[in-house]
């Protein structure tokens, strides 16, 4: 039983808990909602018709709301233990929740949270930091498999054009001109971009000055398609 006292709660085990609660009851006592609610599907009567695609559910949006703390916003697909899986993935980047507000409608939750850093708003960097550790971590809990293309093409005589689309991660571009420098090949220009869990990334590549020769890219192809699914 829980006893209102008329203040906001903040606590995240105790919402999480509430919460928790609420649905299970709306299972234990209208079994019907099964069929609109995302623990349905293991815990109901009904699956739910709908699947989400978690492609497109995922939204994660960080934006300052005054100096000293940021607004954390996220959709997902509602599952038991996403507010404490949420808080770890913070406190691994040492983000400090202020409060939280829950809310889920059908199988979707609609989270948000008032977070800062050492007191004050996340800036534009640590914001992208958050948004990309949330976006893998909660992605792969759900177990998505998402295929890795690699392309390598002639842009001219003197640079080739390298094309990746991957599992968007934490230290991905990191990674991936790593992998190149190793097999001594120069990054003379980098194109990054996301599409909700892919990553799509273009480099302008060359070796000793001049484009890759076919051998090597077949080289460089393989090397990048071992090592990134290896970390995957």
């Known amino acids: 039983m829980y006893r209102s006292t008329g203040r906001k709660l903040e606590d ?22 099964s069929a609109r609610l995302a623990m349905g599907e293991a815990f109901g009567i009904q699956a739910p018709d709908k699947k989400l695609d978690v492609d497109i559910a995922t939204h994660i949006h960080v934006k300052n709301d005054g100096p000293k703390r940021s607004l954390l916003c996220i959709e997902t697909e509602d599952r038991p233990g996403l507010l404490l899986e949420v808080i770890k993935i913070m406190a691994d980047v040492n983000i400090t929740m202020e409060s939280a507000e829950i809310d889920t409608e059908g199988l979707v939750a609609k989270d948000k949270f008032h977070v800062s850093y050492r007191g004050a708003a996340l800036n534009d960097s640590l914001s992208q930091v958050l948004t990309n550790c949330l976006r893998y971590y909660l992605r792969k809990s759900l177990d998505v498999d998402i295929a890795t293309h690699i392309h390598v093409k002639n842009d001219g005589p003197k640079r080739s054009l390298l094309c990746i689309e991957t599992e968007d991660r934490p230290g991905l571009l990191l990674e991936v001109i790593k992998i190149m420098a190793d097999v001594n090949i120069t990054v003379e220009s980098a194109e990054i971009d996301t599409e909700g869990l892919v990553a799509k990334d273009k480099f302008h590549v060359s070796y000793r000055g001049a484009a890759l020769n076919d051998s090597l890219s077949q080289v460089l192809t393989n090397c990048l398609r071992y090592y990134l699914r290896k970390s995957v």
Not at 12 to 33: A, C, F, G, V
Request: charged share 25%; no cysteine.
């Open 12 to 33: 995240p085990d105790l919402l999480e808990s509430i919460r928790l609660t609420i649905i299970n009851n709306l299972l234990k006592y209208h079994p019907e909602s």
